[in-house]
């Protein structure tokens, strides 16, 4: 799984590898859905930022399977090089599709 992230500011080198580890990808539901493991992190441009997961898996007939993407929010979570930042962590829950 292949996600680009585009935020409303720009993140200059410093900021970068800070921004990058306050995303994550988790297991959610069933309970024994493997863990998925970063495999590249690459920024396209300043304010663009592109993750690519592995050992994520389908959905099939017998169990529909999710996972959910989180960005860190707060005063410790993700900051622009302008120092704005969300307020609170977003999360989103994503299916696996079949």
Do not use: K, M
């Amino acid at each position: 799984l292949t996600l680009s992230l585009r935020f409303s500011e720009a993140f200059e080198a410093s900021e970068r590898v800070a921004a990058a580890d306050a995303v994550s990808l988790d297991a959610f539901f069933p309970g024994d859905v493997p863990a998925p493991a970063t495999r590249s992190v690459h920024w396209c441009t300043n304010d663009t930022l592109s993750i690519t997961w592995e050992l994520l898996r389908r959905s099939d007939a017998a169990c529909t399977r999710y996972y959910q993407l989180r960005i860190a929010g707060g005063e410790y979570g993700i900051r622009s090089t302008s120092g704005a930042y969300l307020e609170s962590d977003v999360s989103v829950v994503l299916e696996a599709g079949l």
